[in-house]
């Protein structure tokens, strides 16, 4: 599975975003990390679901 469809499925699995939220979360991180800032690629995705599903658990992200 690609980077796309891996942090899409992910994100609608375990965070529970519908699909077009993920896709749209998904292409933005490899756009992003196509431009080279992989600071905010599929790097993020973990802390991301992370986020969504226990948001007590949420820090501030720089």
């Known amino acids: 599975m690609s980077g796309p469809s891996w942090s899409r499925s992910v994100l609608v699995d375990a965070a529970a975003l519908s699909e ?15 431009r080279g800032i992989p600071s ?4 993020r995705v973990p802390m991301y679901v992370s986020d969504l599903v226990l948001p007590s658990t949420r820090q501030e992200h720089a």
């Open 20 to 34: 077009q939220g993920a896709t749209t979360v998904a292409k933005s991180l490899v756009a992003a990390g196509a």
């Open 40 to 43: 905010h690629d599929l790097m």
